[in-house]
Every structure is written in C-alpha cells, then in structure tokens.
C-alpha cells in the first residue's frame, strides 16, 4: 500500500517561491500518475498538476508558468516549484497518487503567502 509524506509548505511573502516535497513508500512509484492539489478554506479542492507515469504534465490555468511539478523515480518523490507565489495560492496542498482506480492521498502541508 502506497503512504505518502508531504514537506516543504510555510509561510512565503508575495512573490516569493516555495517547494514542497512529496515522498513515497510502499509501492512501485514509477506506476503511478502523481498530482498536487489544494484546497483553501470554503472551497472545493482543486489540481494545481500533474505528473503522469508516462512523463506528461499538466498545471492547473491558474498556475501555469509560476509552478513546477517534477518527479524522481529513483528517490519516489515529486515534487512542486512555486515561483511567484500570490496571496490566492493560500491553501492546504495535497500529494495524490492514483493508478487505475486505486487513488491515496498524503495528509497535507499548509502554504500560506502573506506579507
């Protein structure tokens, strides 16, 4: 059974830049399509992206050309860049792993950008 561990989230100025870190465990990470969500109070969790197991990607319309999703197979690890970070990224990131109906999240990692 896959477990997953989110790190890297806290609290960033405007403009600022941020990584989070999402490691694997207990299954074969290079199977499975990898994705980052969030949730922020009062709304409906969301994908920020995605990293299938066949290397595409893809970002939520919010975020494309700030954030980064990248894997490491040999570390079972992906991991999200966020670059110029804005106040409306406040949320509870999540780490997804999903394989055909199998899907497992991580327990989140809060990113809060203020001044």
């Known amino acids: 059974q896959v477990q997953l561990v989110e790190s890297g989230g806290g609290l960033v100025q405007p403009g600022g830049s941020l990584r989070l870190s999402c490691a694997a465990s207990?299954?074969?990470?290079?199977?499975?399509?990898m994705g980052w969500y969030r949730q922020a109070p009062g709304k409906q969790r969301e994908l920020v992206a995605a990293?299938?197991?066949?290397?595409?990607?893809n970002y939520g319309d919010s975020v494309k050309g700030r954030f980064t999703i990248s894997r490491d197979n040999a570390k079972n690890t992906v991991y999200l860049q966020m670059n110029s970070l804005k106040p409306e990224d406040t949320a509870v990131y999540y780490c997804?792993?999903?394989?055909?109906?199998?899907?497992?999240w991580g327990q989140g990692t809060q990113v809060t950008v203020s001044s």
């Open positions: 997804n792993a999903a394989r055909w109906t199998f899907s497992v």
């Open positions: 207990g299954g074969i990470f290079n199977m499975y399509n």
């Open positions: 990293s299938t197991n066949g290397g595409t990607t």
